[in-house]
């Protein structure tokens, strides 16, 4: 399988504690991108890289969180001193720009949080 | 501002039955506009994109939509609806930037 990939795909943890996600994008693909989904909602765009750039950060993510793609190829998503109100599905997608005007993303898994 | 509305969160049609699911933005230049599907406990997967050109397009599993740039709308429609469509479904546009911007979901239930 060559699409996105994610790990892990569940994660239980008790609050203050950190925790840290991978996501695997298709090889070819130089951009790579975070959203957050919260029950019941739409995903939330969180940050997005090119190659191994950050070139854009929503406000959502707050100083708890980072996030790396060291060698433009995976990246990790660590979130530091959980909070109850992180718990959601991490979503990561990934594109190969500017190929594309529009942009298509597509879509891994996800890792679903949940913080006790 | 930019956004997207997508009326109904939830939607409930007879097996057999059209699937309409409604879409429409805000937005002084008309975006690029995707579809995606949500299974329980899983990711997104592209139905159908517009771009340029054709306003209808068709995607994948008989899903098609259609562009009406006067109305601003990407209405999502299915013929015949099959059990197996029963999921959450998301308009999201590019408003010409780096990233999607989701509706709230509607979720598509099928009624034996």
């Known amino acids: 399988d060559t699409g996105v990939s994610q790990d892990p795909r569940h994660k239980i943890t008790k609050r203050g504690q950190n925790v840290t996600f991978r996501c695997d994008p298709i090889?070819?693909?130089?951009?790579l991108y975070w959203y957050r989904q919260t029950l019941g909602q739409g995903p939330e765009f969180l940050t997005y890289?090119?190659?191994?750039?950050?070139?854009?950060k929503s406000r959502l993510l707050s100083d708890r969180f980072s996030a790396e793609r060291p060698k433009g190829s995976f990246s990790t998503l660590e979130i530091q001193r959980t909070e109850q109100g992180d718990s959601a599905m991490y979503l990561c997608?990934?594109?190969?720009?500017?190929?594309?005007?529009?942009?298509?993303?597509?879509f891994g898994p996800g890792t679903r949080l949940t913080v006790l | 501002a930019q956004s997207v509305t997508q009326l109904g969160s939830h939607v409930s049609v007879s097996e057999g039955a059209l699937v309409l699911l409604r879409c429409n933005y805000s937005?002084?230049?008309?975006?690029?506009l995707f579809w995606y599907v949500q299974y329980p406990n899983q990711g997104l997967q592209l139905l159908l994109k517009?771009?340029?050109?054709?306003?209808l397009v068709k995607g994948i599993n008989g899903f098609e939509a259609e562009f009406k740039k006067s109305e601003t709308s990407f209405h999502l429609t299915k013929p015949s609806a099959h059990m197996s469509d029963a999921a959450e479904y998301f308009c999201?546009?590019?408003?010409?930037?780096?990233?999607?911007?989701f509706g709230t979901g509607t979720r598509l239930t099928i009624i034996p």
């Open positions: 517009y771009t340029t050109g054709a306003t």
């Open positions: 997608a990934s594109s190969l720009s500017p190929r594309e005007l529009y942009n298509e993303q597509f």
């Open positions: 937005s002084s230049v008309p975006p690029y």
């Open positions: 999201a546009p590019n408003f010409g930037n780096e990233k999607l911007t």
């Open positions: 890289f090119q190659n191994e750039a950050q070139l854009e």
């Open positions: 090889s070819e693909h130089n951009r």
